[in-house]
């Protein structure tokens, strides 16, 4: 019984060799491409919170792909940058603002009006 096993596995075995590997030609393995980026972030225009909720990386052997991670994280860095920048602008021109107003108060509420009404 144990031999008829053992010559079992070893027929077994070598079926599915044989299968993986191909007789020939017509039986093996297509080579594929690997898998690329297929919808990067915008460059027309700046990225949004849409956009970075549908990035979707392409996965390879041993995680992903460090090329379009690495594109991803840099035009997410820039973007942010940019961001910042103009943030800082604009809170600068708010304080310049408000300094020639004279007593501090948000130039954009009417007089007399409390903030927040």
Request: glycine share 10%; charged share 25%.
């Amino acid at each position: 019984m144990f031999l008829f096993l053992l010559i079992a596995m070893v027929v077994v075995v070598g079926a599915v060799t044989l299968a993986v590997i191909g007789g020939g030609d017509s039986g093996a393995l297509p080579e594929t491409a690997p898998e690329q980026l297929v919808d990067p972030l915008p460059i027309t225009r700046p990225v949004n919170r849409a956009d970075v909720e549908e990035l979707r990386l392409p996965v390879a052997l041993r995680g992903y792909r460090m090329a379009d991670v690495d594109d991803a994280l840099g035009r997410l860095a820039a973007e942010l940058a940019e961001r910042d920048e103009r943030i800082a602008e604009l809170e600068s021109a708010l304080a310049g603002a408000r300094t020639e107003t004279g007593s501090g108060a948000d130039p954009f509420t009417k007089h007399g009006e409390e903030p927040g009404q």
